[in-house]
């Protein structure tokens, strides 16, 4: 396996994405996002606090399980992109749902990368957890492409406003 901390050498351990995209996950401009905020601990899982309010609700007091599917989706993406040092795309995702996440509360997100460091796609696990008891919520796991800036040149699938902001990240 690799060594994360060595990848975000440079970085310090809380790390935020670009402040100039309006993604829904992460990004401080979408409004209406859910603004996740990342970091990196000494076991090389990527994770993030999470506290979500009734705006994402599908039952009173309940997330729609759409949104926890995101939360898994944007800290497993962050892990891909950390290992890689690229812009990753989720080709991938499974989700088992345990429990319901409740609306207010505080939970924990994790992800860390299981696949190899020289395989074509990585392979990542993530999971929620209640922050007060450790209850798992949800579990994940997914398959990411990275998205080099060879790969976006020759990908014509992609609108350009993306790949010239994706080529940016890079």
């Known amino acids: 396996m690799f060594d994360l901390q060595k990848k975000v050498e440079g970085r310090t351990k809380n790390f935020e994405p670009s402040n100039t995209f309006n993604g829904f996950g992460c990004s401080c401009n979408n409004q209406a996002g859910l603004k996740l ?11 993030s606090s999470v506290q979500i309010g009734s705006l994402y609700e599908s039952f009173p007091g309940i997330i729609h ?22 812009p990753s795309m989720t080709i991938g995702m499974r ?49 990411f492409i990275s998205l080099s800036p060879g790969a976006l040149s020759k990908n014509s699938r992609l609108p350009d406003m993306t790949v010239r902001a994706l080529s940016f990240l890079s």
Do not use: W
């Open 37 to 47: 905020k990342f970091e990196v601990s000494e076991n090389d899982d990527v994770f």
């Open 95 to 143: 989700i088992r749902y345990l429990q319901a996440m409740c609306t207010n509360n505080l939970y924990r997100a994790s992800a860390k990368v299981i696949s190899e460091p020289d395989s074509v796609a990585t392979e990542v696990e993530g999971r929620l957890c209640n922050s007060a008891n450790g209850e798992i919520i949800a579990l994940a796991t997914g398959t």
């Open 65 to 86: 399980g759409g949104v926890v599917a995101t939360v898994l989706d944007e800290i497993m993406a962050q892990a891909a992109y950390l290992c890689r040092s690229q």
